[in-house]
């Protein structure tokens, strides 16, 4: 099954958009790792996928998130995302998208500003060879995300375009699973979705604590909510994940 498959069933299941993003930080390991599956457990059945950035990675080891939380993720048939942010050369790229791969990762997270050759090729060969998914950011939710990914540039003969409004058109050509647009830009969501179609899922991080709204981004176009604090560092996370669920189109 492909990661698109994963994703969709699992929504579908779990009858949910949220993918949740598992930044716990504490400075002590054993601490990390039982806070960490402690959210898991508690929100296995309202979420449908779990992404983890570098931050878990430099806190337990690749070997230890490979033997716990990829481990039970996959008893809970809940797909995982590497949220590596690849931005590099083609051979250690290719290294890092093959070492979480192989660690149990189905997808892992680029920057289409490394372009294809000898950049992200290597990585969406790895993908594709192991059935996995490659997710672009095309615009990030931060503030600071206008300084570059609203510049306008220069596409090939077609003229000038926003710089995201080219990242999404190459998605679409090097057929990425998936695109990253701030749920915090409501208006770029829309733009982005009119431009890849109704298919190409559109990952919007920003929800709660960066001020996005998860109604807002799904009526404009996004496709799966990332969400990280407003359900981890909550008081109550089943009752955060119960409140930020919407249902999926079917
Ligand atoms: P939070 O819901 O706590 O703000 O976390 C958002 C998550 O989404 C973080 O893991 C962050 O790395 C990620 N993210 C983001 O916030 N904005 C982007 O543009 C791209 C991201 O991957």
Redesign the pocket.
């Known amino acids: 099954m492909s990661f698109e498959e994963r994703m969709h069933g699992t929504a579908s299941r779990n009858q949910t958009r949220t993918v949740l993003?598992l930044?716990l930080e504490t400075p002590e390991p054993s601490q990390l790792l039982k806070k960490s599956i402690d959210v898991v457990r508690s929100v296995k059945g309202l979420i449908c996928a779990i992404?983890i950035?570098r931050?878990l990675i430099l806190g337990l080891g690749l070997p230890t998130v490979a033997e716990s939380i990829l481990k039970l993720a996959n008893d809970y048939n809940i797909p995982t995302i590497m949220?590596a942010?690849l931005n590099d050369v083609g051979h250690t790229n290719e290294f890092m998208a093959r070492t979480y791969f192989d660690a149990g990762f189905d997808a892992i997270?680029a920057s289409p500003v490394a372009g294809w050759k000898d950049g992200l090729d290597k990585v969406f060969q790895a993908a594709e060879s192991r059935r996995k998914g490659v997710l672009l950011?095309t615009?990030?939710?931060?503030p600071g995300?206008e300084e570059f990914y609203s510049l306008t540039a220069r596409h090939g003969n077609n003229g000038e375009k926003p710089m995201f409004e080219i990242l999404a058109q190459r998605a679409l050509e090097w057929r990425a699973q998936g695109l990253?647009?701030?749920a915090t830009k409501p208006q770029i969501i829309s733009r982005v979705r009119e431009l890849v179609g109704p298919k190409l899922p559109i990952f919007s991080?920003?929800?709660?604590?960066?001020g996005g709204d998860a109604n807002i981004a799904v009526n404009a176009g996004a496709t799966y909510l990332?969400?990280?604090?407003?359900?981890?560092?909550s008081a109550d996370p089943q009752n955060a994940a119960t409140g930020l669920r919407i249902k999926p189109n079917t």
């Open positions: 993003a930044d992404k950035n931050q949220d942010k997270i950011l615009y990030m939710s931060n995300a990253i647009v701030g991080p920003g929800v709660g604590a960066q990332i969400v990280g604090r407003a359900i981890y560092a």
